[in-house]
C-alpha cells in the first residue's frame, strides 16, 4: 500500500519522507490556506523534495477554466497530478488533461457511481473521502469495498486513493480492503507508531535497567 501524505505542510513531509513514509502528497485549497503559502510556490517545494506525485488542485467550475488551471499547475514539476472535483465539468477536465498525458486524481468522490465514471474518464486516482460519509454516519468504508469490487471487475487502472482518513483503523482497514493508496495526515501516520503496550513495556525495562546500574554507552 502507498502512503501519501495529506498536507502542504513542508516541514511534516519532510520528516516523514526523511524516513522512507512518503510515496506522494495530495493538497487541496484548504491545506494550502492552512500553509499560509503562495500555492506555485510551496507546491515546487513539495514536488522537489518528494519523487511520487503530488496532487494540486483546481478551483475553476467550469472544464475549460478547469483545464487551463491544470496545465499550468502540471508546469510547477512533472510530478503534479492535477487534482479535479467529481463533477461533470470535473469529468471533462479530466478525460481531457487524461488523454494528453496528465495523471489526474479525481476528488470528492462519495460514491461508487461517481468512482466508475472518474475510471471511465481516465482518472489515475479516484479519491472517495470515507470521514466525511462517516461524519453524516454513512458507510466510508463501505464505499472503498464497492469501489474495489467495481474497479477489479472491468481491471479498471485507476488507483483508489483513500482519503479524509481519520484514524489509524482506517488506514488499516484500507489496507485489509485493498484500497492502493491511503492519503492521511501527517499526525496520523506518526500515530501508527504508537501502542499502550509498546510504553507501557517501555517504561518496565527502563526501571528495571536503572537497577542494573550498569551503563551501554
Ligand atoms: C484528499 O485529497 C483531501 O485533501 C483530504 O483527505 C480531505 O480530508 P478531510 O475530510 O479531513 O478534510
Redesign the pocket.
Known amino acids: 500500500m502507498k502512503f501519501f501524505v495529506?498536507t502542504a505542510d513542508v516541514a511534516a513531509i519532510r520528516e516523514l519522507n526523511d524516513l522512507g513514509m512518503v510515496d506522494g502528497v495530495?493538497?487541496?485549497p484548504?491545506?494550502i490556506l492552512k500553509s499560509g503559502r503562495d500555492i506555485v510556490e510551496v507546491t515546487k517545494e513539495i514536488c522537489d523534495m518528494v519523487s511520487g506525485p503530488v496532487?494540486a488542485?483546481v478551483v475553476a467550475s467550469e472544464a475549460k477554466d478547469m483545464i487551463a488551471e491544470g496545465l499550468r499547475l502540471a508546469q510547477i514539476a512533472p510530478n503534479i497530478a492535477i487534482?479535479v472535483p467529481l463533477t461533470w465539468d470535473g469529468l471533462t477536465a479530466c478525460k481531457a488533461l487524461a488523454s494528453e498525458g496528465h495523471k489526474v486524481?479525481v476528488?470528492l468522490c462519495f460514491s461508487s457511481a461517481q468512482a466508475l465514471l472518474a475510471a471511465k474518464a481516465g482518472a489515475s486516482f479516484i479519491?472517495p473521502?470515507i470521514?466525511?460519509l462517516d461524519d453524516i454516519h454513512l458507510d466510508g468504508l463501505e464505499l472503498i469495498e464497492d469501489i474495489r469490487i467495481i474497479y477489479d471487475n472491468y481491471d479498471f487502472r485507476t488507483e483508489i486513493?483513500a482519503?479524509?482518513?481519520?484514524s489509524v483503523n482506517h488506514v488499516i482497514d484500507c489496507a485489509k480492503i485493498g484500497a492502493d493508496v491511503v492519503?492521511?495526515?501527517p499526525a496520523i501516520i506518526k500515530a501508527m507508531a504508537s501502542h499502550v503496550l509498546t510504553d507501557k513495556g517501555l517504561e518496565q525495562f527502563n526501571k528495571d535497567w536503572a537497577k542494573t546500574g550498569q551503563k551501554i554507552l
Request: proline share 4%; net charge positive; no cysteine.
Open positions: 495529506d495530495t493538497t487541496n484548504s491545506l496532487s488542485e487534482k486524481n476528488t479519491s473521502f470521514g466525511r486513493l482519503a479524509s482518513i481519520r492519503t492521511a495526515p
